[in-house]
C-alpha cells in the first residue's frame, strides 16, 4: 500500500545515523520494512529502511546515510512529505520465538530489532555489537533486563565482536541482524548448538514487492527474495548457504 505520509521527526542521532519518525496508521509486524521515496524525483529508486519502532499512529526508522538516496532522506523536516510503501515483507513469526530469546544485532542491524525486543519484553536478552560509537542503547534497556554491548575496539561495553559473548546454551532461540560475516557466524554455530534461528538479511532492493528480483539469495530450498520471502529466514533456510 502507498501512502503520503508526514514526517513528525527526522533527527541525526550520531555521525550519519538518523531517526525518521512518519505518520502511519496501520498493522506492522517487527522485521518488517518500508520503500520509502521523496515527493521531488530527486531519485529514483525508493529506498528499504526497516521498522525500529511503532508508537502512536507513527512508524520509526533508524538509518544511516550512505548514498544518494537515504543522504537526501536525512535532509528532510518536521512537516515534510514523503511516500511510504509498505510494510512489506514477512517480519519475525512470533509465535516460534518462545522461551528464552537471544536477539543480537550488528551496526545499524539493530534497526529493526528493537520493535522486535518490546515485542518479546522481558524474554529477550540483547547483544548490540558496534565498531566503535554505540547509539540507541537505552532504548534496548527499556524492553530488556539484560543488554550487552560490544564494541571492536573496546571504546564501550566488551571488546571483541558480539558473537564472542553469546552463551547459546542458555537461549531457546537466537535472531539477529547485522552484517553478513556475523549472521553466518551465528547461524553456525546455532546449528552446532541444535538451537533455532532466525536472521534478517539486508540487501539492495529496486523494488520491494518481488518483481525485479534484484535482492535474490540462494537458499536451502532455491532462490528466495528477500524482499518478498524475507528479510527474515530461518537458520534452516541458510544453514551451509
Same mark, same amino acid.
Given at each position: 500500500?502507498?501512502?503520503?505520509?508526514?514526517?513528525?521527526?527526522?533527527?541525526?542521532?550520531?555521525?550519519?545515523?538518523?531517526?525518521?519518525?512518519?505518520?502511519?496508521?496501520?498493522?506492522?509486524?517487527?522485521?518488517q520494512f518500508f520503500m520509502i521515496k521523496t515527493l521531488d524525483n530527486s531519485f529514483l529508486l525508493?529506498?528499504?529502511?526497516?521498522?525500529?519502532? +511503532? %508508537? &502512536?499512529?507513527?512508524?520509526?526508522?533508524? @538509518?544511516? #546515510?550512505?548514498?544518494?538516496?537515504?543522504?537526501? =532522506?536525512?535532509?528532510? !523536516?518536521?512537516?515534510?512529505?514523503?511516500?511510504?510503501?509498505?510494510?512489506?515483507?514477512?517480519?519475525?513469526?512470533?509465535?516460534?520465538?518462545?522461551?528464552?530469546?537471544?536477539?543480537?544485532?550488528?551496526?545499524?542491524?539493530?534497526?529493526?530489532?528493537?520493535?522486535?525486543?518490546?515485542?518479546?519484553?522481558?524474554?529477550?536478552?540483547?547483544?548490540?555489537?558496534?565498531?566503535?560509537?554505540?547509539?540507541?542503547?537505552?532504548?534496548?534497556?527499556?524492553?530488556?533486563?539484560?543488554?550487552?554491548?560490544?564494541?571492536?575496539?573496546?571504546?564501550?561495553?566488551?571488546?571483541?565482536? +558480539? %558473537? &564472542?559473548?553469546?552463551?547459546?546454551?542458555? @537461549?531457546? #532461540?537466537?535472531?539477529?541482524?547485522?552484517?553478513? =560475516?556475523?549472521?553466518? !557466524?551465528?547461524?553456525?554455530?546455532?546449528?552446532?548448538?541444535?538451537?533455532?534461528?532466525?536472521?534478517?538479511?539486508e540487501r539492495r532492493m529496486a523494488c520491494g514487492i518481488g518483481v525485479c528480483l534484484g535482492c535474490?539469495?540462494?537458499?536451502?530450498?532455491?532462490?528466495?527474495?528477500?524482499?518478498?520471502?524475507?528479510?527474515?529466514?530461518?537458520?534452516?533456510?541458510?544453514?551451509?548457504?
Open positions: 500500500m502507498i501512502t503520503i505520509s508526514r514526517i513528525a521527526e527526522n533527527k541525526r542521532v550520531i555521525k550519519n545515523i538518523f531517526r525518521l519518525s512518519a505518520e502511519f496508521a496501520g498493522n506492522i509486524r517487527p522485521g525508493p529506498r528499504p529502511l526497516s521498522v525500529n519502532q +511503532v %508508537t &502512536d499512529n507513527k512508524v520509526t526508522f533508524l @538509518y544511516r #546515510a550512505e548514498g544518494i538516496g537515504t543522504t537526501k =532522506i536525512s535532509t528532510m !523536516k518536521m512537516g515534510d512529505d514523503l511516500q511510504l510503501l509498505g510494510p512489506l515483507g514477512n517480519g519475525f513469526d512470533m509465535d516460534k520465538l518462545r522461551g528464552r530469546i537471544a536477539v543480537v544485532g550488528g551496526g545499524i542491524g539493530i534497526a529493526p530489532l528493537l520493535y522486535l525486543t518490546e515485542c518479546l519484553g522481558k524474554k529477550a536478552e540483547v547483544f548490540l555489537g558496534f565498531k566503535d560509537c554505540v547509539y540507541t542503547v537505552d532504548e534496548f534497556e527499556n524492553y530488556s533486563d539484560r543488554v550487552l554491548i560490544v564494541t571492536e575496539d573496546g571504546s564501550s561495553g566488551e571488546k571483541g565482536y +558480539v %558473537t &564472542d559473548y553469546i552463551d547459546y546454551r542458555s @537461549y531457546d #532461540a537466537v535472531v539477529a541482524c547485522g552484517p553478513e =560475516i556475523m549472521l553466518n !557466524k551465528i547461524v553456525k554455530d546455532c546449528k552446532e548448538n541444535n538451537i533455532k534461528c532466525y536472521v534478517s538479511l535474490t539469495v540462494m537458499t536451502n530450498y532455491g532462490s528466495r527474495r528477500v524482499c518478498k520471502d524475507g528479510p527474515v529466514f530461518s537458520g534452516e533456510e541458510l544453514f551451509g548457504r
